[in-house]
Nanobody
Framework: QVQLVESGGGLVQAGASLRLSCAAS????????TGWFRQAPGKEREFVAA????????YYADSVKGRFTISRDGAKNTVYLQMNSLNVADTAVYYC?????????????????WGQGTQVTVSS
């Protein structure tokens, strides 16, 4: 079993930055990938970014490329999402997810474990 705990969300103004953290505990193996997804009110959950635990591969949605950076700290079993130049469209609940043998990192169905989510609100 794997537990994921997100933190770092909050209310910021447009143009500001936030860093989200996802701490994993339990049976996390070296073959997994961690993804960030978000869901705004009335919208479907959408892919934001993902990273393989080796750290050699990262993936981003087009809407966040150049603004968001995903990284991980193996010693802390933690994945980060650095979000810069935030805009109102980034407002959503952000979820961390973990899956083993993920072939398509942008597909929510490939992730077995999910965190409880953290709210990010960007005001204009």
């Amino acid at each position: 079993q794997v537990q994921l705990v997100e933190s770092g969300g909050g209310l910021v103004q447009a143009g500001a930055s936030l860093r989200l953290s996802c701490a994993a505990s339990g049976r996390t193996f070296s073959t997994y990938a961690t993804g960030w997804f978000r869901q705004a009110p009335g919208k479907e959950r959408e892919f934001v970014a993902a990273i393989r635990w080796s750290g050699d591969s990262t993936y981003y949605a087009d809407s966040v490329k150049g603004r968001f950076t995903i990284s991980r700290d193996g010693a802390k079993n933690t994945v980060y999402l650095q979000m810069n130049s935030l805009n109102v469209a980034d407002t959503a609940v952000y979820y961390c997810a973990l899956g083993h043998w993920v072939s398509h990192p942008d597909k929510p169905d490939e992730y077995r474990y999910w965190g409880q989510g953290t709210q990010v609100t960007v005001s204009s």
